[in-house]
Nanobody
């Protein structure tokens, strides 16, 4: 299983970014996909989830600003982040539980300047 995340960068507060996570080595059509984020010294925080059926869930901190989606043909999950605030600054990871193992992408840095 490989998860390749991309799309991070530096953005001003109020701006937008879209993260992508390309998945391989698993049955993408049946896997729940997650986005987590982590700041230094803190545990990873679950930000958004999308099930195989397309149901979504968000942490309260991003609800209404972030949107998770997936395109099955591309085997890719996205995280559209709007109205970014400095508190969104973190390393973002895509994740999927598969065959009893948590698989992680390499992380992509998002920095929001005030």
């Amino acid at each position: 299983v490989q998860l390749q995340a991309s799309g991070g960068g530096l953005v001003q507060a109020g701006g937008s970014l879209r993260l992508s996570c390309a998945a391989s080595g698993l049955n993408f059509r049946i896997n729940t996909m997650n986005w987590y984020r982590q700041t230094q010294g803190n545990e990873r925080e679950l930000v958004a989830t999308i099930t195989a059926e397309g149901s979504t869930d968000y942490s309260n901190s991003v609800k209404g600003r972030f949107t998770i989606s997936r395109i099955y043909a591309r085997r890719t999950v996205y995280l559209q982040m709007n109205s970014l605030i400095p508190e969104d600054t973190a390393v973002y990871y895509c994740n999927t539980p598969y065959r009893g193992v948590d698989w992680w992408g390499q992380g992509t840095q998002v920095t929001v300047s005030s």
